[in-house]
């Protein structure tokens, strides 16, 4: 079973202009596409929207079994025209349709109170299994402020999956260090961390923190970037990771943000057919590992 640990669907009122042109306008740029953000013609450009049904069809062309849904919450930097509760119902919503897709809740906890409401209905009314936190909106993950959600996530067993490495737009990579959630693990070693994209520049400390903390996972989301022009730099850090982190990482695509410059089912037929580890480590990484922690 090919498990996709990193996924997002939105539409196009659940994330700010800003982040939609950070992230999406160096890919457009790559066909010669243009946007315009100015004007709200919502099916206008690739990837302004993507829903539930678009992604199962991706997924269906990639062979891949089961995806975790990830919603973004920006909007504690950019207001966007969806308020983030809206979003994350729903993105439930979506994934209740098809028991392939598994949502997990995106927020800021820098929400405070209403973080923590959020958390407990989605865990209650829809056994929520983790939570998407992005801490370049603004926050060190080892700031007191912040330790609440940590002790919730703790408190809940769920699955914290946090971006690592380069930010873009509003956003500031300073927060964005794996070795920041030190202290966190530390204070609460029964939370499971997965640290988004290796740790994207910053992957040595994803590596480091994973020696000192047996419930650090990572997912290989993003790395197709390097795809098709640099396969060797893909290989290498595939190597890499599972080098330092033998059963801990995790397959991720990232969808739909890469998609234009190499598609989805190309990823996975390269992870999954290219010689870059033994075939029982690689079934852990496409699936075994993230069907472990989820319990599916």
Not at 105 to 111: H, N, Q
Request: glycine share 8%; proline share 6%.
């Amino acid at each position: 079973m090919i498990v996709d640990g990193h996924v997002h669907i939105w539409q196009r009122k659940m994330l700010p202009d800003s982040l939609l042109r950070a992230y999406l306008e160096p890919l457009l740029a790559l066909d010669g596409l243009a946007m315009d953000l100015t004007i709200d013609r919502e099916q206008d450009w690739p990837m302004s929207q993507v829903n539930s049904e678009q992604l199962l069809e991706s997924m269906a062309e990639a062979k891949v079994d089961r995806a975790v849904v990830l919603p973004l919450d920006f909007g504690l930097v950019d207001p966007p025209g969806v308020g983030i509760e809206q979003y994350n119902d729903w993105v439930f919503e979506c994934c209740r349709k098809d028991d392939k897709l598994i949502p997990f809740i995106g927020i800021d906890p820098m929400r405070g109170k209403v973080a923590e409401e959020l958390v407990r209905k989605y865990v209650k009314h829809c056994d929520a299994k983790g939570v998407k936190v992005y801490p370049g909106t603004g926050y060190y993950p080892n700031d007191e402020k912040v330790d609440f959600f940590w002790k919730l996530m703790e408190d809940n067993d769920l699955i914290v999956v946090t971006h690592g490495g380069a930010s873009w737009g509003p956003l500031d990579d300073k927060y964005t260090h794996p070795a920041l959630f030190k202290e966190v693990l530390a204070k609460h070693p029964e939370m499971k961390l997965i640290v988004a994209h290796f740790g994207g520049k910053f992957r040595s400390e994803t590596y480091q923190l994973a020696k000192e903390f047996p419930n650090v996972y990572t997912d290989c989301s993003a790395l197709q970037g390097w795809l098709p022009t640099d396969p060797d730099t893909c290989k290498s850090r595939l190597q890499e990771a599972v080098k330092n982190m033998p059963g801990r990482v995790i397959f991720g695509s990232d969808w739909p943000l890469f998609d234009m410059a190499y598609p989805y089912a190309y990823w996975v037929r390269f992870v999954t057919e290219e010689a870059w580890t033994t075939e029982g480590e690689k079934l852990r990484v496409l699936g075994g590992t993230m069907s472990k922690i989820l319990q599916i």
